[in-house]
Structure formats: C-alpha cells, structure tokens
C-alpha cells in the first residue's frame, strides 16, 4: 500500500487503497481539516477484510492534495448567516471525489463519510445517485441550522485558527479532541499527541480548513432535496456529539426515504475504536440493502 496521486484538472488528490481490487469499491471521504490517515489503518483493513476495496484520499485544501489559490473566505459572516463567496462548494468536492473513482476505472461505489465527509457523500448522492450504491453518513447534518448547532466550546474550536509551531499545534489538536471527543470512550493522549503529530509532520495548512469550512457554510440547505433520495442510507451518530449534536443526525435520518438511524451513546465527534465494530456493522447492514432490488411504487 503506498500514497498514489490523481490528476483531475487542475486539481490532484492523494489517495490510497486498502484491499483487493476485485472487491465491492468502498470511498472514505474524510472531514473538515483532517488528512487520509485519519481513517485509521485499522478501520480500514476492518473493512477491507469484510470484502472491500478501501479507497480513503486527502480533500482539497488538505493533506497532500491541493491547496487552492484563494484567499481565507469571512467565515464569520457566513455564521450569522450572511451570504460570503466561497472559493468552492461541497458540489465542487462531490465532483473531485467523482473524479477520483474515474481516475480508478470504477462506476458506482459505497460511500461512507464523516462530519464534512458526510455532507460531501450526501452531495455525492444527491448529483449522481446511480454511481452511489450506498450512503454512510456519520456525525454529519444537512445544512439547516436549525438542524443543530455546536455547544459554546465547541463553536469556539471552529473559530481558532490552528497554531502554526508543532508543539502548539499538537496542544491544539489533543484539546481539540478532548472536547469533542466521546466522553465514555476517551482516547489515550499518548496517542493522540502522535496523531497530531503524524498530521501536522505529513501536511499543516490552516487556511485550507477555513476555505473548506466557507464551503460548508456557502452550501446551504440540503433538505428539501435529500427528501427525494432513493439511495440505501445509514445515518450513524453519537448521542454525546457536541460539535454536530444528535438532532442533526435525526434530521439528516427524517429527510432521507428509508434511512436507518443508528445513534450509539456515548459517542461524540469522534470514531474512537471501541465503536468501530458498530459502525461497520451498521454499513454492512445498509450496503447489504444495496444489493436488494428496487422497491415497486
């Protein structure tokens, strides 16, 4: 397994891919800020051994892809809710991910995202439902506001510029995720200190975060839309979530036909690996409705 690179325009993305080709194609779509190696290797060879092929990848504006040429959007106008020109749309990173499974030779694949990763794989569904055989959106919402917004100490988190020194930034991370991380399942800082560590040694790009958060803010409202989407859908979130609160993952549940909601308490904004088996197994359980045929209106 090593990082390979795909050049869709004028935009590359670094990915890479865990287990068989032969195998059900599987994309990870990652979250606001975060890198490829934040699918953890376990997870995805959890996966993987399940009879899929892992694709996980670098977003633009993170990790090893590329970094827009724009300047930092006013994101705090976007939050009281004025319109801002954002330099893309989550459309736009739909429309990467898209070009990343044509780069790979793949037509349709199950797609599983978190967070912002989530909104991208909704949007993904919505723009071209025959290429998503099945959604896993988790600890993500749809865009309405009114849908949940982060607790006070986690709102301020997003408005914190990531340090630019290392041993600031891996302080900031380790905060970062004790704040928004599950509370019956605390990570070991230990590790997490070598996480943040590994992210910021592999790619730091504070500003690529902000734009990527202008993105999800200039998006909008997916509800009415995803009102109309008829794609097996498993909608996983913690009850203990403070950054994107359990009511926006029943939202996201309600507004999609047929979506299975699977709230796991204790977890937060996080995929800690004691829950690792629940969240395989709620995506197993939704891909397997993939292979069911079409229902009859």
């Known amino acids: 397994m090593s990082e390979e690179r795909?050049?869709?325009?004028?935009?590359?993305?670094?990915?890479?891919?865990?287990?068989?080709?032969?195998?059900?194609?599987?994309?990870?779509?990652?979250?606001l800020g975060m890198q490829l190696i934040h699918w953890d290797l376990e997870f995805c060879e959890m996966l993987a051994e399940r009879?899929?092929?892992?694709?996980?990848?670098d977003n633009r504006d993170s990790g090893l892809s590329t970094q827009i040429a724009a300047p930092v959007p006013p994101v705090l106008r976007a939050m009281a809710g004025m319109r801002i020109d954002a330099p893309y749309l989550l459309s736009d990173m739909a429309a990467d991910s898209f070009g990343l499974l044509d780069h790979l030779g793949i037509e349709s694949a199950h797609v599983m995202g978190v967070s912002m990763g989530g909104m991208i794989?909704?949007?993904?569904?919505l723009d071209r439902p025959e290429r998503v055989r099945s959604l896993t959106s988790i600890m993500s919402t749809t865009g309405n506001r009114r849908a949940g917004m982060p607790r006070?100490?986690?709102?301020?988190?997003?408005?914190?510029?990531?340090?630019?020194?290392?041993?600031?930034?891996?302080?900031?991370?380790?905060k970062t995720f004790q704040v928004i991380g599950s509370p019956a399942y605390p990570e070991d800082e230990a590790r997490m200190r070598e996480t943040a560590a590994a992210t910021y040694d592999r790619s730091h790009h504070p500003a690529g975060t902000v734009r990527q958060l202008a993105a999800i803010l200039a998006s909008g409202d997916r509800?009415?839309?995803?009102?109309?989407?008829?794609?097996p859908t498993a909608v996983v979130h913690g009850t203990d979530d403070p950054l994107i609160p359990l009511r926006a993952g029943v939202a996201t549940a309600r507004a999609i036909p047929d979506a299975e909601l699977?709230?796991?308490?204790?977890?937060?904004?996080?995929?800690?690996?004691?829950?690792?088996?629940?969240?395989?197994?709620?995506?197993?359980?939704?891909?397997?409705?993939?292979?069911?045929?079409?229902?009859?209106?």
């Not at 204790?266 to 995506?283: I, T």
């Open 51 to 57: 009879g899929y092929r892992v694709i996980r990848f």
């Open 121 to 125: 794989a909704q949007v993904m569904a």
């Open 223 to 231: 509800t009415t839309r995803l009102r109309e989407l008829h794609v």
């Open 6 to 31: 795909a050049k869709l325009g004028e935009i590359e993305l670094v990915y890479e891919q865990i287990g068989d080709r032969d195998d059900a194609p599987l994309l990870l779509v990652m979250g």
């Open 262 to 297: 699977v709230a796991i308490p204790g977890m937060g904004h996080d995929l800690p690996h004691q829950l690792w088996p629940k969240v395989v197994a709620a995506f197993e359980a939704n891909a397997a409705r993939a292979a069911e045929p079409a229902r009859v209106s």
């Open 152 to 174: 006070l100490r986690a709102f301020a988190l997003l408005l914190r510029r990531a340090p630019a020194d290392r041993d600031a930034y891996i302080s900031y991370f380790v």
